[in-house]
Each structure stands twice: as structure tokens, then as C-alpha cells.
């Protein structure tokens, strides 16, 4: 391709990716929502360069290293479907960038915005002193908590030992090594016997039919993190039929479930879940105390 020799600055990287982007037909949802946003963060990215960046230099000239490296990371991107964080090995969740690779799902949880909160006003965050993060994968979820929760003790558990490779990457990136301990565990079989204040978990929830229609973006990521039998329910009935053991008595329970809320909830009419809304978009999250749990 001849034409790619005429691009020469970050400008013109950007406009051709974008076009790129459109013309394949690549599916966003691995933190971007548009082909403008992948190439934003897939350029400036692999430039070393801040997403706030002075609009002047776009028009600076790039090396021609620069520019291999670019035109084999775009076509990385058209023609093998990876996702941008897989190239750049960069997610972000609550404001803290994360390592990532092919061993772990993207972060992009709705649950967030929970943190971010402190999850009020669910829980007074004076009261919590002990949180659990399961299935914690990257272990963004358990290490966002103990950045809002700079008392609380916090495990991440997860079943993979490649997911604990990366979430111990995190622990040592984000100095909480003190605070984070992670634990090779079946969901709670394998955990220490002890009572959380806040149980947070984002479990695998994808339903037989969804797994057979996903875009190909995500066949990069771990089916473990993703499948959950033909209903999506498999592991979200492990949790609840478990968690009441391992909540202190004026705890809570927070699942994310995705797509298969209306499965759970048609399941389970008996449970009085409380579905979450969101600022800034998502859902299929629900909570429960632990003197719900108790009553089921």
C-alpha cells in the first residue's frame, strides 16, 4: 500500500485509522465507543502521548519507526479483530489505568461508578473494613476499592492462575500490595474463613446463545471469564446460594449479571433484587443485604 507512505504526521494517522476503522466494520466496547475513540487511544498510546494533548502537536511529523509501528498495530487491529487494550496493554476503570493481556477480560464494568462512590448510599463507607472481589480477573475492581476504602483489607479471588499472574502486576503497579491480597479460589471455595462488609462481584455471565454471536473482538478474551453455561446463570446461582456465609450481618452483596438480568429475575422471583442504575450508562447489576440473603 504505496498511499501509507504519504502519511507523515499524527494528523494524518489519526484521519486514516478512522477511515480504516469505518470501512472494516470493527465492533467498539472494549472502552471506546466509536472508531474515532479506538484510534485516539491507539495512537497517542503507542506515541507515549497524553489523551489532553495541545491540538498542535497532531501536526507534528512522526519517525519512520513511529509510523511502522502504527501501521502494524491499525492492521493488527482491522484484520485480526484485537482489541486496543490487547495492543496497548492499557485499560482504564475508575479513573486507574491497568495492565492487560489476552489472560484477562477488558475492564469496562459499570461497577465503576459504584466505587467511585464508595457504593453510598448502599453502605456507610465508615463500616467497611473488609471487602471481597471475586472473580476479580485484572483485579481493577479490588484495587479501585481499596483506593476508595484506604482502611478496608481486600482479597481479589479468582479461579486462573494466568488472571492472578496479571492481577499481581496491578497490586505491585498501584502500591497496594499491602492492602490487596489475591487468592487462587472456586468462587469462595479456597478463601479464608472470614466475614466481609462488601462482596463485589463482575462473574462470568454470558449465556450459551449470546457466546455464539459475540463479535470476534471478543474471542480474544479468556472464555472462562465470559461463559456461564446455556442460561448464563451457572455461577451468579453459585454466589447467591453461598454469600450469606461470608457477609458480616450488615453487609452486602453486589453481582453484576449483564444480559441475563431478565433470566435471574424470572429465575428467582422470590429474591428482592435491587437493580442498580447508573450516571453514566450500563445496568444488569444488582444488589442484596445480607439480611436478604439470609431470608432466601
Excluded at 470493527?26 to 479506538?38: I, K, M, Q, R, V
Excluded at 483485579?139 to 483506593?147: E, H, K, L, P, Y
Excluded at 497490586?171 to 479456597?190: I, K, M, N, P, S
Aim: charged content about 20%.
Amino acid at each position: 500500500m504505496s498511499e501509507i507512505n504519504e502519511l507523515v504526521t499524527i494528523r494524518d494517522y489519526l484521519r486514516w485509522s478512522v477511515s480504516q476503522f469505518n470501512e472494516a466494520g470493527l465492533f467498539y466496547g472494549h472502552g471506546t465507543e466509536s472508531a474515532w475513540d479506538e484510534a485516539v487511544a491507539l495512537i497517542l498510546h503507542t506515541l507515549h502521548l497524553p489523551h489532553d494533548i495541545n491540538p498542535n502537536v497532531l501536526d507534528a511529523k512522526l519517525l519512520r519507526s513511529e509510523r511502522d509501528l502504527l501501521q502494524q498495530l491499525i492492521q493488527r487491529r482491522i484484520n485480526e479483530r484485537v482489541p486496543v487494550p490487547y495492543l496497548t496493554h492499557e485499560a482504564w476503570f475508575g479513573g486507574l489505568s491497568f495492565y492487560v493481556d489476552e489472560r484477562v477480560l477488558i475492564p469496562r464494568s459499570p461497577i465503576a461508578e459504584l466505587v467511585e462512590n464508595q457504593f453510598q448510599p448502599w453502605v456507610d463507607p465508615q463500616s467497611i473494613s473488609s471487602i471481597l472481589d471475586l472473580c476479580t480477573g485484572s483485579g481493577c475492581i479490588a484495587i479501585a476499592c481499596a483506593n476508595a476504602f484506604l482502611e478496608a483489607e481486600v482479597d481479589a479471588s479468582d479461579i486462573s492462575a494466568d488472571a492472578l499472574a496479571v492481577a499481581k502486576i496491578n497490586v505491585l503497579r498501584h502500591h497496594v500490595e499491602e492492602q490487596v491480597q489475591l487468592h487462587q479460589a472456586d468462587l469462595f471455595t479456597g478463601l479464608p474463613a472470614k466475614k466481609y462488609d462488601l462482596i463485589v462481584s463482575n462473574p462470568p455471565y454470558v449465556d450459551a446463545e449470546d457466546m455464539a454471536s459475540l463479535p470476534a473482538e471478543f474471542h480474544h478474551e479468556p472464555k472462562l471469564g465470559l461463559a456461564a453455561g446455556s442460561d448464563g446463570l451457572e455461577i451468579v446461582e453459585r454466589i447467591l446460594k453461598q454469600a450469606r456465609n461470608y457477609l458480616s450481618a450488615h453487609g452486602i452483596l453486589i453481582v453484576e449479571v449483564g444480559n441475563s438480568e431478565y433470566a435471574l429475575a424470572e429465575k428467582f422471583p422470590e429474591i428482592p433484587f435491587t437493580w442498580l442504575e447508573f450516571q453514566h450508562g450500563g445496568g444488569g447489576v444488582f444488589l442484596l443485604t445480607a439480611k436478604q440473603l439470609a431470608e432466601i
